[in-house]
């Protein structure tokens, strides 16, 4: 059994265009889905996509750690970086899709089977007015209430929200004034039977994200999430040790050893990594191994596409760590042409049920697919009100 191609499918989705990864084989009617959604960066990972991919066509898909190997270490730079290590995650996820079709069950059958009857999922609130943060008023972050309202309407029994605005290395007390009024108006609109979760969106200094974890942490938030960038674990470390509420982070972080690293100074206690940007399912395994062993829970980033979100969900069914997924279930309309999915979701309490088909149980619909050609994206700019550049 050999590799004969690695394609690229590309689909635009609003606010980022899926990159969906198809590993196709000499067997007939046997290939793999994978996803490498790069927001910002399409051309960049499917070039590399084209690039890695001269690494395994003609080998065995079922070698699947002997592969990853390969496209991590037969280059000179290793498969650190965002775009290397997004276009090693796309193919390695075809791949695990491929070896649950040989095995004829879903892939967490075969990483020692489900650990769990379902997997709970949050939707994401976005960021309200709050990107135009010198624009907004307390009346303004009080509509953070609303989106809160309509997201349990939906089924939901948590959500996140950027509710905190971008602000210079040092404020005063009005953004932090306008982040306590947003969650607030959320917890007073849900009640505390529903878990909110603030995503700082590691736009804060150290010392602005302990500012708005102290402020926050009298309102039971489920996790605090990125209170400032992912490159300050001590930063990361001292906000988590300082507030009751949980700190979440890890999307961006590409390699066991900065994980190492954050677990072991308690940069967080929930590891946020994201599948498609980490090495893949080989690679997340080895990352669910080592917060196990810090007793850190699992909350992947999951933002993108369809196979993400089943590759996210079946990794969720195998990790005794794994408490909740970030699902985007509304992102375009056109989502369910594109996509056949092996899971249910229940639409009471937003739980899903596993998925019953082999590999991932996904099926793109490359017609569809053809139906949403590449845009560029919007370009995401914040600045400072003396005009220096911020975090979006």
Not at 213 to 221: H, N, V
Not at 252 to 265: H, N, S
Request: glycine letters at 8%; proline letters at 6%.
């Amino acid at each position: 059994m050999k590799i004969t191609a690695v394609e690229t499918l590309v689909c635009h989705a609003r606010m980022r265009n899926w990159i969906f990864v198809k590993v196709v084989t000499d067997q007939p009617g046997l290939y793999g889905w994978g996803e490498a959604t790069l927001e910002w960066h399409t051309r960049a990972v499917v070039g590399a996509i084209e690039d890695i991919s001269q690494l395994i066509v003609g080998e065995d898909p079922r070698r699947v750690e002997h592969l990853w190997q390969m496209m991590f270490r037969q280059h000179f730079w290793h498969g650190n970086g965002i775009v290397r290590a997004t276009a090693i995650s796309g193919i390695d996820l075809a791949l695990w899709d491929i070896a649950g079709k040989i095995a004829n069950m879903p892939c967490s059958q075969l990483w020692g089977g489900r650990v769990r009857d379902w997997v709970r999922t949050y939707s994401h609130l976005g960021g309200g007015k709050m990107e135009d943060f010198y624009e907004t008023s307390v009346d303004d972050a009080k509509q953070f209430g609303d989106l809160a309202r309509r997201a349990v309407e939906d089924g939901f029994t948590a959500f996140k929200a950027m509710a905190v605005p971008p602000t210079m290395p040092l404020e005063g007390l009005r953004p932090i004034r306008l982040a306590e009024a947003a969650v607030a108006a959320m917890r007073d609109a849900v009640g505390d039977d529903i878990d909110i979760m603030v995503d700082c969106h590691a736009r804060p200094s150290p010392a602005m994200g302990l500012k708005f974890g102290k402020a926050l942490d009298p309102y039971g938030l489920y996790f605090f999430e990125e209170p400032c960038w992912p490159e300050s674990i001590d930063g990361l470390a001292a906000i988590n040790a300082a507030i009751t509420t949980p700190v979440a982070t890890g999307e961006r972080i590409t390699d066991l050893a900065t994980f190492r690293e954050l677990f072991e100074k308690r940069g967080c206690e929930v590891c946020q990594l994201d599948i498609t940007h980490c090495g893949g399912l080989t690679a997340a395994r080895r990352i669910a191994a080592l917060a196990d062993a810090h007793r850190i829970a699992l909350a992947p980033h999951n933002p993108q596409g369809p196979v993400s979100t089943a590759a996210s969900l079946e990794f969720g069914f195998s990790q005794p760590g794994y408490i909740i997924c970030e699902t985007v279930h509304n992102d375009v309309p056109w989502r369910n042409d594109v996509v056949t999915e092996g899971f249910t979701i229940e639409p009471k309490g937003r739980i899903v049920r596993p998925n019953t088909r082999p590999g991932l149980g996904i099926e793109i619909n490359e017609a569809a697919v053809k139906q949403h050609p590449f845009e560029q994206e919007l370009l995401q700019r914040v600045f400072y009100c003396d005009g220096s550049v911020g975090d979006w």
